[in-house]
């Protein structure tokens, strides 16, 4: 029988999350985001096509993401730990992120961010909490990201492409084209400048994944 996380200890986890994290409504932009799943095959034209519109690549970074629990529904919690490509262990950094879905100004829903880097010991003590508040592992993966920035239709633009692995059957390689927009601005413009980047570096319309990657990696655990 699993246990269910200590109510107390959760919310005062998920208090001291968001002062670390520096959640305000009225200040943390809405991300404007949509995957895609793409094969290995199709990288290197992907990042030629980012090449040919003047996005850089900015960061190349291997990262591992750990979900702590959280007592509101539909709201994320994470624990990200970056290394650079080099492997060096010294260059780790660690951010904790929250974000939750919100209505926007023109009926839809995007996900509000709100993101801060930690040091590494108030990293491991966040999971270490967040451990034994679950009552059970948290679920966590990793990645490689390749993370490209640049301008088009004259928002500032972020392509990223991830090679994931712990996900079960839904690892692998995914594109996501993400645009940050104040919070409380429509968001119609934005949402149709990540289509159109995405068209084009697809090479067409294609349906992207609804599915977070926590979605995932929960409907991979209740598998195994």
Known sequence: MTKKPKPIFLHI?????HKLAHTDSAVNPLEVERKFSISGDEEERIISALT???FVLTHKENMTDIFLPSPREGEMMRVRQIVPDTKARAHKRIFITSKKWVRTNNGSKERQEAESEISPWL??????AGRFINNAPLL??????????GTYHGFACVA?????SGLGKYSGHYLEVEILVPANIDTSEAQKTV???????LNGERPYIEMSY???????SKTN
Do not use: C, P
């Open 13 to 17: 986890l998920a208090w001291f999350f």
């Open 52 to 54: 040919s519109l003047s």
């Open 123 to 128: 990293g491991a003590l966040l999971v270490v």
């Open 140 to 149: 966590n993966y990793t990645k490689e990201r390749l993370i490209y920035s």
């Open 160 to 164: 990223s492409i991830d090679n994931t």
């Open 195 to 201: 289509f159109a980047l995405s068209q084009t570096l």
């Open 214 to 220: 926590k979605d995932m990696l929960t409907a991979h």
